[in-house]
């Protein structure tokens, strides 16, 4: 007889959460949410049976308090826990601590979830397979820098215990190693609370090519074919994929047959992913394994047809695998990118604030946690969540990938939708000549180009789209001001510059008047904040997102600012500021919303051009803030754990002749 969960606690947040309920939702099991009072307005809430609030300000009195966890799985009749990704997945403590107290975890065991985290131990279990792996060394700070002659750079410096890129650097000459092995150290302490390093061979033009497992604990395993994820910024994933492309059928072969081999003599439980990289001449190397369910698992369920989750909660419960690795079939193509709140054009800054709006194409589906409403905490990551496309070939995906990035709105924040596209239509890419680290290598062309193309949205676009919007919104002819009829004339503010228009209807649409150009509209079909039309026979979808004293218009991923003195409340008005030259350089001022993690200057201090002033760490990211000038320190408004917000002072300084 089939076992079956009645109730899960999920011990996650965000769009992992969510991604569980859904399915648990259909499988007649009841969800029980957890939550901090920044992810009070989180979609998880909603959809969950229960909820519960984690009180506290610290990762470690409400996420990663494993006791606390397991206490409410208590309180609540929660037969299982599903601990998502990151946090406490792949913590074999927390793993121990759950099946102890009686509960099934919905993951790895404690022993595999230790010996594949413990990086120096999971390469000697690889090792004795056969399976290829590059040299490194493990330990503490000293006991590396103590045996630095062994190491050939450049090398890869990452946490031991953990994953997700946090404290990877890459380390060109031994004269950095220590610096980058502290930097490390302090996020694998905060992170995984174990301080512990490894340092690797590094390939500077490998590809990220992963294979999706599935065992029973029994020592049965089948893979789900593989992904590819070698699109990465800051060793996050940033476009993913699946199956991989461009491998040859004896590389695919032998990536498959490496995973098994590690998952059958492992005995492993559950889901799990074996990380590989794969040089240009398709040599494949051991990376990690992964111990939990990945981010990118969409692209396997679109192009399989499975839901891993239910999968997950079927291994958990004891039923075993639910197909054969016969039955296990591959069609199409599938590509997931993930949705940020982050500014490309200013450094990749998070973005903060509220979602005023949100609306997605039904061509394609989209994970994520976030509602009109919700407030952004910089305590988290920056993703919002994942657009995952399938198409029957790859070519068909990447159109399919483009267009729905255009059809997808997030309003209130500023998000990486237009860097996306620009990296999905760019022909190394589409030929996947990619690597993990082709962003970092042509960012410059890749924001020239993203530049290029919002300049080739003629303005006329979105001020079609407001005056529509505006005026010619409501079926009976009606509109914000009534005398539109009687005034065609429209003079838009886009971005600062003024945008005139003559607009007459006509009986099939509008004839829009721009530079003497006549601008035929036709078929308008509003939903929701979305206005579709032809201009010029040419299909545009415009979105609409209302910001105070003026409207924020979406077209081709790109946003422009609208505003007109024919609608109440965006009257424009001159404003000037002023400041001294010598006022700007003597404040440092953030950027961005965040924790002050480390400062390294006093008052009094004699500083140059580019000397580090201190770190702010902002969804999950440390950004070192520098001195503009050569100068001296003369005061500091923040201390280490400060929160700050954006455009807060941070220091003052005095320039230096």
Known sequence: MRRRFHKILIANRGEIAVRII??????????????????????????????????????????????????????????????????????????????????????????????????????????????????????????????????????????AAGGGGKGMQIVSKADDLAAALEQAQRQALEYFSNGELFVEKYLPQARHVEVQLMGDGAGNAVHLFERDCSLQRRYQKVVEEAPAANLSDETRVSLHQNALAIAKASEYRGAGTIEF??????????????????????????ITGLDLVEWQLEIAAGNGLPLAQDDIQACGHAIEVRICAEDPAHHFVPSSGKITAVQNSERARWDSFVSEGCQLSPAYDSMLGKLIVYGATREQAIAEMSRSLDLLLLGGIKTNQAFLKVLVQQEAFRKMTVHTKYIE?????????????????????????????????????????????????????????????????????????YKNEPLFVSDVLYNNYCVSFNLNGKKQDVFWNEKENLTEIQSQTFRFELKSKQVPGQVSLNRQTSA?????????????????????????????????????????????IQSPVDAVVKNIHVTKGKIVQDKEILVDLEARS
């Not at 406490?88 to 601590?97: G, V």
């Not at 005056?467 to 005034?487: C, K, M, P, T």
């Open 22 to 159: 859904r399915t648990a939702r259909r499988l007649g099991i009841r969800t029980v949410a957890v939550y901090t009072s920044d992810d009070a307005q989180s979609l998880h809430l909603a959809l969950a049976d229960e909820a519960f609030l984690l009180e506290g300000s610290l990762l470690a009195e409400t996420y990663l308090n494993q006791q606390k966890l397991v206490e409410l799985a208590k309180q609540a009749g929660a037969d299982a826990i599903h601990p998502g990704y990151g946090f406490l997945s792949e913590n074999a403590a927390f793993s121990a601590l759950v099946e102890t107290a009686g509960i099934a975890f919905i993951g790895a065991t404690p022993e595999q979830i230790k010996l594949m985290g413990e990086k120096t131990r999971a390469i000697d279990f690889v090792k004795k397979l056969g399976v290829p792996v590059l040299p490194g060394l493990r330990g503490t700070v000293d006991e590396i820098l103590e045996n630095i002659g062994q190491l050939d750079f450049p090398v890869l410096v990452k946490a």
């Open 580 to 624: 001294l030259n010598g006022e700007l350089q003597s404040r440092i001022v953030a950027d961005l919303f965040g924790k002050v993690v480390d400062v390294f200057v006093s008052p009094g201090d004699q500083l140059i051009k580019g000397q580090n002033l201190l770190v702010i760490e902002s969804m999950k990211t440390e950004f070192t």
């Open 441 to 513: 290598q042509n960012l410059s062309e890749l924001l020239a180009q993203l530049e290029v193309r919002r300049t080739e949205v003629s303005p006329a676009v979105p001020a079609v789209a407001y005056i529509l919007y505006h005026f010619y919104g409501v079926e009976d002819g009606s509109n914000e001001l009534g005398y539109w009829r009687l005034s065609p004339n429209f003079e838009i503010e886009v971005d600062g510059q003024a945008v005139q228009l003559l607009v007459r209807k006509q009986k099939k649409g509008y004839l829009f008047q």
């Open 277 to 302: 990289l794969v040089d240009e001449q398709q040599n494949c190397w051991f990376l990690e394994m992964n111990t939990r369910l990945q981010v990118e698992h969409p692209v396997t369920e679109m």
